[in-house]
């Protein structure tokens, strides 16, 4: 069955540094997008990208956040600068084709900020 | 207030159980998710609702579009049933999520 990857499975970075998390959605899906979730509460809303770029983001996403599809397979979230309160568990997720709307999550990528 | 609203927040009960967790949403939605997130915090979707009811295997989905409600059920419960289930809405793109309902099933 076809999946999102998603790399690394958990990093660790020191404060102030960048960090880029990896997602390679499957193949013929369409809508990307990346949420994540701090230790203990809700799944949030980071950003969605269609048709190479940024269709709606929420309040969380500002400056220091970016995304990108660099090549046509895989779709970046970078950090540029990581604070504490950055760390988290990051999903990735993409619709398919013919967005019929059900979700394909990747397993995550923990982020400890230290 | 929370834009959507899961009860209950813990669910423990035997192996065999009829299993019913709820979702209440404030907001007008085109769909609606139901997700099931692992001991190890990977998220799998079980159903998008928009209308009516889905069912798959051992699990059913409803859906109340008058009373902004929806009902996740498991028959039969197993202990490989236990993990967070979570409701999510979407109005428009971007989901909103609950909190979640941590099920627990005891052999």
């Known amino acids: 069955e076809p999946e999102v990857t998603q790399t690394p499975s958990h990093q660790v970075t020191q404060m102030g540094q960048e960090v880029i998390l990896r997602c390679v959605p499957i193949?013929?899906?369409?809508?990307f997008y990346w949420y994540r979730q701090i230790l203990g509460q809700k799944v949030e809303f980071l950003v969605s990208?269609?048709?190479?770029?940024?269709?709606?983001k929420s309040e969380i996403f500002d400056d220091q956040f970016s995304v990108e599809r660099p090549d046509g397979s895989n779709f970046t979230l970078k950090i540029r600068s990581t604070k504490l309160e950055d760390s988290a568990m990051y999903f990735c997720?993409?619709?398919?084709?013919?967005?019929?709307?059900?979700?394909?999550f990747g397993e995550g990528s923990r982020l400890t900020v230290l | 207030k929370n834009e959507v609203e899961q009860s209950p927040q813990n669910l423990t009960a035997q192996e065999g159980e009829f299993i019913t967790i709820n979702c209440s949403y404030s907001v007008g939605i085109s769909a609606l998710h139901w997700l099931q997130q692992h001991p190890g915090g990977g998220i799998v979707s079980l159903f998008m609702l928009s209308s009516g009811k889905k069912k798959h295997g051992r699990l059913i989905a409803t859906i109340n579009i008058q009373e902004k409600h929806s009902s996740l059920h498991i028959t039969a419960s197993h202990p490989r049933d236990s993990a967070v289930y979570i409701c999510a809405v979407a109005p428009r793109e971007k989901l909103t999520f609950g909190t979640g309902t941590r099920l627990t099933i005891i052999p």
């Open positions: 997720a993409s619709i398919g084709i013919y967005n019929t709307g059900e979700l394909f």
């Open positions: 193949s013929n899906h369409l809508y």
């Open positions: 990208f269609y048709n190479n770029e940024i269709s709606e």
